[in-house]
Structures are given as structure tokens and as C-alpha cells.
């Protein structure tokens, strides 16, 4: 039995510790967040205990990993010190704002001996996965054209959002993930070409984003944080061949929060026809956790969210911002 720690009684710390639950593997021990009608809440109702203070709980229990739920800007201040006393961590994406930080983060994990896990869950979503699957056994033929679009309504549950230092905007928040997946498929891109629109908390959530791949195979990325009220948090990814195109489509409720019952909708179109591509509802984030649980007990690096690939995908998400800021293409170096 693996006993983890959650630190952030949060939307996604509580979509975690309701994973966690649902495991015969894994007890859920304890919940630290600073607020304390917030974290006692989140204790009463996962059965757990709560501590304002992180540190008091590895001087009181056995905890055999940590997951951290936390704003962006805090998660390296907390790995660093959970590094101190575990030898495996779990950490929401973004993991950070820079590559420097993330190079900082990964000389001490190197230092303790301690395994990270991201949570970049694209990777593990069912039609992200099946999209993975059809490109690699060639039922696209060559590979010309992708387009990956996500929208979003401003998130609500929390003001640091809005300030680019800490959340990085909808740069990091959210045009991460498809940035992070084609990244995850492809390598990282020859060449990087973004425009957007900043707002007053120097937050870039309109952004658009064009990278060219190896084998002169084009991506077109659109990511809005800033969508009008009531618009469904949307996904959509197409990816385009000489022999077939994939296509997948997620209109869902308010950033993310009806995912059972969102419309979701994948195909391949081919020269045969239309084929449907049959889905199950998998949930994507008991999956990843599922997987970082298995890595944990096997004392193994994660295969599919590597921490190479992390630091690809964030010397991309660097480039787009220089673009961004520079007004010009920026090219980059080798891919994976």
C-alpha cells in the first residue's frame, strides 16, 4: 500500500484524492493547504487528515509520495521540499514558468534521488492516445497538416490566474497542452511562429501559434483563455494525410468541469468513408495516476511523460513566448 500526500485542497487536488480513493493500491494520508476551512473541508470529505505545515507531516507519518496540486508559481518552491523527504513526486502541469526553473528543479531531484511525474494529460486521454496510434501505424499515409484548437472561458476559482507571473497566462495554462502533445508526437519543431494579444496582466491568453516539423509537416495551435461567458470549454485536434485524416472534437462545460457529460466526438475520413472511432470514457487523469502509481511501485522513470521531453516541450513553450514578444520566427535546435 502506497501512503500519498496531496498539497492543495484545489479543483484538481480534489479530482486526484477522489482517484486515489477509487485505489486499492494507494491510501490517501493527508491534505496540507495554508487555508484551513478549505483543507479541514477537503479532509471530512476524503477521509483524511489535513496540516497547514508540510513538514509535519513527514515528522508524524509515513508518506511514500507526494502529489502537488498547487498554483504554478509555488510548484518549485514545493518539489525542492518534498524532494527532501520522498523519492517520488507527482506535480500538475505547468511544472514551471522557465527553463531555468526547470533546470534548477531537476539539478535537485538529480541531488535526492527523487523521480518526478508530470501531469501532462493530454497524453493519456483516449482520443489524444488513439490519435498517437493511427499517425504511428501509417493509417494517415504522410502527414502534412495538424490543427489543435483550445478554448476556454477566463478560469473563476482563483484570481492568481490572471497574473502572467504566476499562472504564466493562457500561454502555459492552456496552449501548453497541444504545444506539450505535438512536442510528445513529433519532437520539438524546426521552427516556432506566434502572434497573440496580451491583456493588462501582461497575459498572453489569445494566442496563435505555427510550428514546422521535421519533414515539412505544418501545425496550426489556437489556445484562448479569454473565451465569451458561457462558451464550452473546447478541444480539437485534426490531423491531416495523403491517405486519411483524424479528427476529434470536445465541447464540454465550464473549463472542464462536466467532463462526463461533454460531447465528444472522433473520426477518420478516408477515400472508404467515414469511420467513427469507437471510445470508451476513459477518464484521462485516473489513467496518468494509474500509470505514476505503477512507475512508483516498480521504482521506475515514467516512458510516456520522460523529464527529456518535459524539458522539449518547455524550451518550445520558450521559443513561442520569444516569438510573442520579438514579433519573428524563432528556430530551434534537434528534436527528441
Not at 104 to 121: A, H, M, P, R
Not at 303 to 322: D, H, R, W
Request: charged content about 25%.
Amino acid at each position: 500500500m502506497l501512503r500519498v500526500l496531496i498539497i492543495g485542497a484545489g479543483f484538481m487536488g480534489q479530482t486526484h484524492a477522489s482517484i486515489y480513493n477509487s485505489m486499492d493500491e494507494v491510501e490517501l494520508v493527508s491534505i496540507v493547504d495554508k487555508d484551513k476551512e478549505k483543507g479541514e473541508k477537503f479532509a471530512k470529505e476524503y477521509n483524511c487528515l489535513y496540516s497547514e505545515d508540510l513538514l509535519d507531516n513527514f515528522n508524524s507519518e509515513t508518506i511514500d509520495f507526494v502529489d502537488i496540486c498547487l498554483p504554478t508559481f509555488l510548484h518549485e518552491e514545493y518539489i525542492i521540499k518534498a524532494s527532501e523527504h520522498v523519492r517520488y513526486i507527482i506535480c500538475e502541469k505547468p511544472i514551471t514558468l522557465s527553463i531555468n526553473s526547470l533546470e534548477n528543479i531537476f539539478q535537485v531531484l538529480e541531488k535526492n534521488n527523487t523521480k518526478l511525474y508530470l501531469g501532462q494529460v493530454l497524453r493519456f486521454w483516449e482520443e489524444y492516445v488513439n490519435a498517437k496510434n493511427i499517425y504511428e501505424t501509417g493509417r494517415l499515409g504522410k502527414l502534412r497538416y495538424i490543427e489543435a484548437d483550445r478554448l476556454s472561458e477566463p478560469p473563476s476559482w482563483s484570481s492568481w490566474y490572471k497574473k502572467a507571473s504566476k499562472s504564466g497566462g493562457g500561454l502555459f495554462d492552456l496552449h501548453l497542452h497541444d504545444i506539450d502533445f505535438l512536442v510528445y508526437l513529433f519532437g520539438k519543431p524546426v521552427t516556432v511562429y506566434a502572434n497573440g494579444i496580451k491583456d493588462e496582466n501582461d497575459a498572453w491568453n489569445f494566442v496563435n501559434t505555427s510550428m514546422t516539423f521535421n519533414g515539412n509537416v505544418i501545425a496550426s495551435i489556437h489556445g484562448i483563455i479569454s473565451m465569451s461567458e458561457n462558451y464550452p470549454f473546447t478541444m480539437k485536434l485534426c490531423m491531416v494525410g495523403d491517405d486519411a485524416s483524424y479528427e476529434y472534437e470536445m465541447k464540454a462545460g465550464k473549463n472542464l468541469e462536466n467532463r462526463e457529460s461533454a460531447v465528444r466526438r472522433a473520426s477518420v475520413y478516408s477515400k472508404n468513408g467515414i469511420e467513427e472511432i469507437v471510445t470508451y470514457g476513459v477518464d484521462a487523469y485516473k489513467s496518468e495516476l494509474k500509470h505514476f502509481v505503477e512507475c512508483i511501485n516498480e521504482n521506475r522513470d515514467s516512458e510516456i511523460v520522460s523529464l527529456k521531453s518535459i524539458k522539449n516541450t518547455m524550451q518550445v513553450m520558450e521559443a513561442i513566448k520569444e516569438s510573442l514578444e520579438m514579433g519573428r520566427i524563432v528556430t530551434l535546435g534537434a528534436g527528441i
